[in-house]
């Protein structure tokens, strides 16, 4: 196993052992707890939680610190998870049946406005103010606010552009931005705060998870469309089905001639497409280079992230980070 990912696997650890305490299988209505518990034990990357921790170390903060928020942004992360795979109609996540399909769509909802307000309760109460000055555990509070507020309105654009004839790569970039690399950006950003970074450490971490989310849903993307879906562990085919304007959409239409246009829109939104005009659209979006041309945005915004840390002194800590960006470019899931 790489340094990374004993790394990876070893905060997943702590923070798995954190959210177990804070969302309790055993409560009362427990249909509630084990809903919003099914996806969290299904398993999952954990790269939220890594990034706050690693950044919390990087500007030379204790891990134990960042770890009521770490395991939160890993709770909101979920959050987003159960109701976006209620929009998106998604029956499967990490391998196993999305939360709605298991219990229905208001089981779904409700067990993410439990672990919504879960992300507050934990940092509130188990970030120790003796260690973490309050007014940086109120700039946490108040970045997951605004990172989430952002992050609904990408979801919104994501939902409005399916039935938008034309979306350009400036509409989808801000759509990704929101509904992604918000996210990414505060786990680096809070990671930083909780670890005594200075404010141009903290903006210059920003950056590092801002464009490495970028480039992560680029290749999210890509990978819904050619990744195998064992490997993957969610849907494959399905944003063609559901009509998602990802970058690969908006480059092939663009690109595409006026009859090759014609058959990407016949099957693009069209929920009843069988996997042989998947298949075919697929094919079509190769031979417009619209695959290698997200490929080369997504590696473009790699290093930009990777450069964002250059002020940063050289260390394991740094180095992993720069292997988490290189990573976020190779994933196969
Ligand atoms: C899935 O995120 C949602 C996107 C932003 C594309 P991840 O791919 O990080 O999901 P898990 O947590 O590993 O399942
Ligand atoms: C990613 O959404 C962002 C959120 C879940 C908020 P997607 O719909 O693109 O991601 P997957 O493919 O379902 O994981
Ligand atoms: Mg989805
Ligand atoms: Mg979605």
Known sequence: ?????????????????????????????????????????????????FLVLKTCKLVGGNEEDALAAASSLEMLH???????????????????????????????????????????????????????????????????SKATIVLCEGQTRDMLFEDKETVSEEEYFRMIEGKTAALFEISSRCGGLLGGATKSQVKRL??????????????????????????????????????????IVVYALKKASKGQRQKILETLGNQDASAEQIRETISLFESLDAIAYAKKLADKYIRKSKKALSLFPEGPDKEDLLNLADLIFARQN
Do not use: C
């Open 1 to 49: 196993m790489s340094r990374l990912s004993s790394e990876i696997s070893r905060s997943a650890d702590k923070v798995n052992k954190f959210i177990e305490t804070v969302v309790d299988l055993e409560t009362e209505p427990k249909v509630l707890y084990r809903a919003a518990r099914h996806i969290i034990d299904a398993g999952g990357k954990r790269l939220r939680p």
């Open 78 to 144: 979920t959050f987003t998870l159960l109701h976006d795979d209620i929009m998106d109609q998604d029956e499967k996540r990490r391998g196993v049946p999305s939360v709605h399909t298991k219990w229905g769509v208001p089981i779904a909802i409700v067990a993410g406005d439990l672990l919504f307000a879960k992300v507050y309760e934990t940092i509130t109460k188990y970030t120790d103010p003796k260690h973490v000055k309050p007014k940086r555990i109120l700039q946490v509070i108040e970045e997951i």
């Open 206 to 247: 920003g950056e590092f998870g801002r464009y490495a989310g970028v480039a992560f849903q680029v290749i999210d993307d890509i990978l819904a469309l050619t990744a195998d879906e064992k490997v993957l562990k969610k849907p494959v085919g399905n944003d063609i089905r559901e009509g998602k304007r990802t970058l």
